[in-house]
């Protein structure tokens, strides 16, 4: 990917340059950024979604059907850059209706794409983050 930054390269304190994407995926604080476009679609939610975004990225958001809106487990709610991104559709907003602690800033990580260069940042429920699921590491253990 070109113009794609580490964390540790990206000035949080500025917005980022025309033409890039910036998420962050809290309560991590992990931060990524790539110029827009350019991500490859790593066949996991819709392409240029918060679920793809983070497959490519290696940080961790459940999905337990594979991306294709079946689930909740990729639920997480919209902090900020809502404006730039695709509007739910009705088979989102019929799953979300099962997810637990519906927000109004609720969307599924497969199905909310990025639709344009921005700042981005999402949080994934902490009763929503299964570690041990699909043998990823148990990163709430590290909190006790």
């Known amino acids: 990917m070109s ?18 994407v910036r998420v962050t995926f809290q309560p991590e604080g992990r931060t990524v950024e790539f110029e827009f476009g350019t991500m490859p679609y790593d066949h996991h939610g819709q392409p240029m979604s918060f679920l793809d975004v983070a497959e490519n990225y290696e940080i961790f958001l459940d999905h337990a059907c594979g991306g294709v809106c079946a689930c909740t ?37 497969c199905q909310a794409v990025i639709t344009r260069p ?14 041990v699921s699909e043998g990823k590491p148990l990163a709430l253990a590290e909190e006790k």
Not at 3 to 20: G, H, R
């Open 3 to 20: 113009d794609v930054k580490t964390e540790q390269e990206i000035d949080l304190s500025k917005p980022p340059a025309p033409n890039m």
């Open 118 to 131: 921005g700042s981005y940042v999402v949080e994934i429920p902490k009763w929503n983050r299964n570690y």
């Open 73 to 109: 487990t990729c639920h997480l709610w919209i902090k900020d850059g809502k404006e730039g991104l695709n509007e739910a559709d009705d088979d989102e907003l019929d799953r979300l209706d099962m997810a637990a602690d519906l927000q109004l800033n609720s969307r599924l990580g």
